[in-house]
């Protein structure tokens, strides 16, 4: 008998070892499930062959079905195929939420690590004009009996009238949202209520994105303020004729009172005209008509309190006074003293940003985002 | 290529038969008396590369993550076809008794090696082989194997150009 002496098998024995321990991972991991699938339908023909031979007894029983049996064997049997499609499906999702669950910890570390922290605030729509009587009695009694006015307890206008306040930390310009989608901003708060201004509202007024819908084009968002126009539809200006804005275009906001925050959405470009004055006349019809919803939420941004108090209580006032130092470009080699101020741009840029926040927030208080940028 | 062809549709049909009757039949019981067979009948890479395919369409069939039958067959069926016919000292053709013997002990080894590695690679380590399976597919292997072994024996008798040894 010949021999195999050389060492080919051995090649092929190892290059099947791994395909099957490459098949094992990979059938492990789900991913054959087509092949698999293709597999079965192929030995179908020769199994229901040897099936049929092994066990003729079906073909005698297969003709005393009557009807309605077999209509109810074909229910059941569709029944079972939506169902298996169906956890096809539950499988697909869970393994997405799978790979997305893996990637959480860094998302999480990278959200623990920044400086603000932006989290919403779930809110009803209580009413959609203004403080009905009836609330406005209930809330003076309720309000009466913790010692507050009737001027801290309700609003007196006739926006919208959500059922979270003061007492949620809500405050005035705080973007409403619903889902992604901006709704408008908080125009007043009371003890337990706010009011809503919309984004149609002639008084309201934010920076915006404007980014155009297309492959071919390079992602420079243009920038405008949108205004509110009263009825069912914003506008936005200060948009140069340089800048290209097509109908179809999509509408973000720039920013979230100044700060750099997630990017909400206001509606798409219906309208895009030169004006006279070499600007742009932009309408923009808002994704969601905030007349017709009732669950909102509420965006707040505070300071990330667990990073601070952390920093805080590693930074030593030596590390902090020699960090100035060098910010202040000063390289003597000798410290100030500790009862020396610390001087230069540091504490007056500080100073000056505040100052400008403020200024910008008493100045234009139906303005949420930055002033406008053209 | 004749063997080949042999080969394929002996474990092409003990697929489809273990598939069809997964009531009667336990996995492996026949698939894996037909490798050794087909690794007796012709002791080449050929052989190596048709019992792999099978037994891989066969992890494939069955959703198998820990291919342990698999490797452990191949490389058993590997190390024992590749034995050096002669003897590696004196370089003289092996006894007639070494031969035979272990011509006569290459189905058993076989045979044995893949339901130990059956029994602990059973349903990918998730639930071990229980005696009552283990019997199920001894009845069946073991008449299959006799009956192969018998009929590779007495082939030539049958007109067939093969030899056990």
């Known amino acids: ?374 | 290529m004749k063997i080949l062809l042999l080969q394929a549709a002996i474990l092409g049909l003990a697929i489809l038969a273990e598939q069809s009757r997964t009531d009667l039949l336990p996995t492996y019981c026949l698939l894996l008396p037909c490798c050794s067979l087909c690794l007796a009948m012709k002791k080449t890479s050929s052989s190596i590369l048709a019992v792999g395919t099978a037994l891989l369409i066969q992890d494939l069939l069955r959703m198998e993550s820990v291919p342990l039958v698999t490797i452990g067959l191949l490389v058993a069926g590997t190390f024992v076809i590749t034995r050096p016919e002669r003897d590696p000292i004196s370089h003289r053709p092996r006894s007639q008794i070494y031969r035979l013997t272990h011509s006569w002990f290459f189905l058993p080894v076989l045979l044995f090696i893949s339901g130990v590695l059956l029994h602990f690679g059973y349903q990918s380590w998730q639930q071990t082989l229980t005696v009552d399976q283990l019997k199920s597919y001894l009845i069946v292997a073991i008449p299959v194997f006799l009956i192969s072994l018998t009929a590779l024996r007495i082939s030539k008798e049958f007109g067939f150009r093969y030899s056990m040894t």
């Open chain 1, 1 to 374: 008998m010949k021999r195999t002496t050389n060492k080919l098998p051995w090649l092929s024995c190892f290059a099947l070892c791994l395909l099957a321990i490459i098949v094992g991972r990979l059938n492990q991991a789900g991913k054959l499930t087509s092949l698999q699938m293709t597999l079965h339908n192929i030995i179908t023909p020769g199994r229901l062959l040897a099936a049929a031979i092994g066990n003729p007894e079906p073909t005698n029983t297969a003709p005393s079905l009557n009807q309605t049996d077999l209509a109810e064997l074909q229910n059941q049997l569709l029944s079972n195929e939506l169902q298996r499609r169906q956890l096809l499906i539950e499988n697909a999702r869970l393994k997405q939420q799978l790979l997305q669950a893996k990637h959480l910890p860094a998302r999480s570390e990278q959200l623990e690590r920044s400086l603000l922290k932006f989290d919403v605030v779930s809110a009803q729509i209580v009413s959609q004009k203004g403080t009905p009587e009836v609330l406005k009695a209930a809330l003076i009694d309720a309000g009466r009996s913790a010692g507050l006015r009737p001027s801290q307890l309700v609003i007196s206008n006739s926006s919208p009238l959500l059922d979270q306040g003061l007492d949620m930390q809500i405050a005035p310009g705080q973007p409403v949202v619903t889902g992604s989608v901006i709704v408008g901003r908080i125009q007043e708060t009371a003890a337990w209520v706010s009011s809503l201004q919309l984004v149609t509202d002639e008084d309201f007024s934010a920076a915006v994105e404007i980014f155009r819908d297309s492959e071919f084009t390079a992602e420079f968002p243009t920038i405008g303020l949108l205004r509110g126009s009263g009825d069912r539809h914003c506008r936005i200006d200060s948009v140069p004729y340089t800048a290209a804005v097509s109908v179809g275009d999509d509408v973000f906001s720039a920013d979230l009172n100044g700060l750099n925050g997630p990017r909400l959405y206001f509606g798409k470009v219906t309208k895009a005209q030169f004006s006279a004055g070499g600007e742009w006349q932009i309408e923009v019809t808002p994704a969601i008509n905030g007349r017709q919803i009732q669950n909102v939420s509420v965006v707040r941004s505070e300071l990330n309190l667990n990073r601070t108090e952390s920093s805080s209580n590693s930074i030593t006032p030596d590390d902090a006074r020699a960090n100035l130092v060098r910010t202040n470009g000063v390289s003597t080699g000798r410290l100030p003293t500790g009862n020396a101020q610390p001087t230069g741009s540091a504490r007056t840029i500080g100073t000056a940003r505040t100052r400008n926040a403020a200024a910008r927030q008493a100045s234009s208080p139906n303005t949420f985002g930055a002033t406008p940028r053209s």
